[in-house]
């Protein structure tokens, strides 16, 4: 068997080998670490991880070679939450938000997400196309092969929400990064709706939903389950609807109020369950029980400075799986870089770099559904690796906001080099 692509010389290669699923308490610390190691590719699928060649695998002058002596290698990052696909910017708010004025007033003003829905709805498919290709060329030199993106600009809007989720069909055709789309039209209730909610549930139970599950265009339900915005039976409803319909099901859940969106996303079966910085301890160890991923969006908490994180450690300690995502928004996160977020998981959640490289590749393919494929630097799978001008892993967290990424592969090809 004749290799297209090798890394040899590898210091540090974690390569998280292992079940592909989800991985949770003692098991985050066995990352698959090899010293010395060596990758080898045919074609899209990795063909060998370990220390020295098999005889079996050939390797001549049309064999790419890559020395990654002093480096550290691991599976493509997987920034599984974000908000890629908008339109407009909020730079204007830092102002108010520097002055003391809430979020609340700021999205009375006409502020907030009524901003970024109005911009999103007023750009052009090439517009919006543009702007979310510029931030993936960005997600990629930070490590990121595979990222979710969510719709929910539109609200109300419903060519807006189709508008969102047809760019990123589009980018996922053309950009090295692959694009997971999620359908989250239940992101804020309409003005015209502030009185009666549930007519609006209506509507994306009875008209959105099954055209976006007719039409293939998201993978995943997401709803904003909170104080102010869905209840946790209109939550339910409409992600029972979507999985009835054969989308997977997410939650943003307990950001701010305990409202019991852990508990919910256990009990329905929800694949992650997304902030939960305000969580209770009931409904971690029910996600716990189920098995419901955990997706932290620290970057999202260091922004809005209110001092509150999610209980990452408790959350390990009770065994509930963990992923780390940007949260990538105009508003809450306006950030690409999830090497920042791991430094943030492990310096202020105190997350080790076990913990954190696991929630960012195999776990972060869980909570796509992909990580029969993704997520881990194993035979058979997909050829998404990054090499790091780091000597290990520990480097990368403890240097913090830079880029450490040296090369990065995308199915096989080289994509990305500094």
Known sequence: MKATLVIKNID??????????????????????????????????????????????????????????????????????????HGGSRENELAMKLKGVSYLDILASGGGIHSTVKATKEASFDELYNKANKSLDTMLSFGTTTVEGKSGYGIDDFDTEIKQLEVAKKLNEDHPVDIISTFMGAHAIPKEFEDNPDAFVDIIIDKMLPVVAEKDLAKFCDVFCEEGVFTIDQSRRILLKAKDLGLGIKIHADEIKPLGGAELAAEIGCISADHLIAASDKGIKEMAKKGVIANLLPGTSFNLQTGNFAKARQMVEEEVPIALSTDYNPGSCPTENIQLIMSFASLIMKLTPEEVITAVTINGAASLGIAETHGSIQEGKTADIVVFDTPNIEYLIYHFGINHTNTVIKNGKVVYTK
């Open 12 to 85: 540090n290669l974690i390569t998280l080998k292992g079940e592909n699923r989800a991985r949770a308490g003692k098991e985050v610390n066995d990352i698959g670490l090899i010293t010395n190691g060596v990758v080898a590719i045919k074609d899209d699928k990795i063909i060998f991880a370990g220390n020295e060649l098999p005889s079996n695998i050939e390797v001549d002058n049309d064999t790419l070679i890559i020395d990654a002596v002093g480096k550290t290698v691991t599976p493509g990052l997987i920034d599984s939450h974000t908000h890629v696909v």
